[in-house]
């Protein structure tokens, strides 16, 4: 059971390159999310899909698009990368949205921005 | 505005020496609050869910508790492999799940 998976695991990118990272789960989850972890600052909410063919924007989604390709795939752009984009990247997923349902995580991306 | 509070930032034990993490919280009408455990270069683990005061649970040498305020993980006599970050997390519900910036644990033999 692979539960969240997330590619690519690492990623170089000049500033104003563009790139999607991408995000499936196995768990016949309704709701999948995409967070940014940054030192000091806590894991931060960028977009959600309370469920399919639904987005919503999180606390820090400027910079950012998403897609949710089906009830599987939940996918993150970078239009033109910033500096500021450097982070790490992780996407969720859960039953559904609220409720007290469980959040489990997939295994990171970590991004650069030179 | 909801708000997480994890102390200490990081705390070194011994093997064996038992000790709590805390996790305090600001938020309206709780519906979850969350553990997990983050180890380098990983995506965090699942450990708990408390839904209300005076709930707890256990599993190995981990015990999380919940008050009205403030949320415990104790753990008790620790092994090396129980070094990680751990992450309190709090919802009142909908999308918001407000997380601390953690607790870095490292145990020593």
């Known amino acids: 059971n692979a539960g969240v998976t997330q590619t690519p695991k690492f990623q170089v990118l000049k500033t104003g390159q563009s790139m999607t990272l991408q995000c499936a789960q196995d768990?016949?989850?309704?709701?999948m999310y995409w967070y940014r972890q940054d030192p000091g600052m806590g894991l931060r909410l960028i977009y959600y899909?309370?469920?399919?063919?639904?987005?919503d924007k999180g606390e820090v989604p400027n910079g950012y698009n998403v897609s949710r390709l089906n009830k599987r795939e939940f996918s993150l752009r970078l239009e033109s990368a910033a500096p500021s984009q450097t982070s790490v990247y992780f996407c969720?997923?859960?039953?559904?949205?609220?409720?007290?349902?469980?959040?489990?995580f997939g295994e990171g991306s970590w991004l650069t921005v030179v | 505005e909801d708000q997480v509070t994890q102390s200490p930032e990081a705390l070194r034990l011994q093997e064996g020496e038992s000790s709590s993490l805390n996790c305090s919280y600001t938020?309206?009408?709780?519906?979850?609050l969350f553990w997990y455990r983050q180890d380098p270069g990983k995506g965090p683990e699942f450990l708990f869910t408390?839904?209300?005061a005076g709930e707890e649970k256990e599993k190995e040498r981990l015990k999380a508790t919940l008050t009205k305020k403030e949320s415990f993980l104790h753990i008790t006599a620790p092994k090396p492999e129980d070094s990680a970050t751990y992450l309190c997390?709090?919802?009142?519900?909908?999308?918001?799940?407000?997380f601390g910036t953690g607790t870095q644990l490292k145990v020593e033999l």
């Open positions: 969720a997923s859960s039953e559904a949205p609220g409720y007290g349902n469980t959040i489990y």
């Open positions: 768990m016949n989850h309704n709701s």
């Open positions: 899909s309370a469920s399919e063919g639904t987005t």
């Open positions: 938020v309206s009408g709780l519906r979850g």
């Open positions: 408390l839904y209300s």
């Open positions: 997390a709090a919802t009142g519900g909908g999308n918001k799940l407000t």
